[in-house]
Nanobody
Framework: QVQLVESGGGLVQAGGSLRLSCAAS????????IGWYRQAPGKQRELVAT???????NYADSVKGRFTISRDNAKNTGYLQMNSLKPEDTAVYYC???????????????WGQGTQVTVSS
């Protein structure tokens, strides 16, 4: 089994910063892509950013220049540094990882439990 545990969410004023972490544990051979998604009340879950094992990144237009995704492959951990936060960034943020387990052939899709980020104006 594989578990993803997010941390680092909270309440921050507009213009502030937060750093989210996503720690993966369990029967992990390797992790391919790591992604961060978010879901605001009444809205669909949307992609925020992804990072490949080789550290190539992709961002939603709404966060480009403000958010930075990164990873530490030795620790099986992903990060999302969020700067210049806006009230519209308020959402539950979810970590996603494409994980190949020991003895597995294909990557499985795993999700964290979510962490609340609230940005006050």
């Amino acid at each position: 089994q594989v578990q993803l545990v997010e941390s680092g969410g909270g309440l921050v004023q507009a213009g502030g910063s937060l750093r989210l972490s996503c720690a993966a544990s369990g029967s992990i051979f390797t992790i391919n892509d790591i992604g961060w998604y978010r879901q605001a009340p009444g809205k669909q879950r949307e992609l925020v950013a992804t990072v490949t094992r080789g550290s190539s990144t992709n961002y939603a237009d709404s966060v480009k220049g403000r958010f930075t995704i990164s990873r530490d492959n030795a620790k099986n951990t992903g990060y999302l540094q969020m700067n210049s936060l806006k009230p519209e960034d308020t959402a539950v943020y979810y970590c996603n990882a494409k994980v190949i387990r020991w003895g597995g052939l294909f990557a499985g899709d795993y999700w964290g439990q979510g962490t609340q980020v609230t940005v006050s104006s």
